[in-house]
């Protein structure tokens, strides 16, 4: 079983539907909560693993 798939069965099983329902949702929630909570974006790219910080600072741009 896929990671993906895991992701949308475990979504489903709350009753959650988006056009989305893939690891990607997870990841990009997590970032925004590492956000809010006051970590440096560059900090936050450093955490996710991510090679360049356009996702972290995309998602700045949202809260």
């Not at 936050?44 to 910080?53: A, F, K, M, Q, W």
């Amino acid at each position: 079983m896929s990671l993906g798939e895991i992701v949308r069965e475990a979504f489903a099983s709350i009753g959650h539907e988006a056009e989305d329902m893939g690891p990607r949702i997870l990841r990009n929630t997590y970032c925004r909560r590492l956000l809010i909570l006051g970590i440096a974006p560059d900090a936050v790219t450093e955490r996710l693993g991510l090679v360049s910080n356009r996702t972290v600072e995309r998602i700045v741009a949202t809260i």
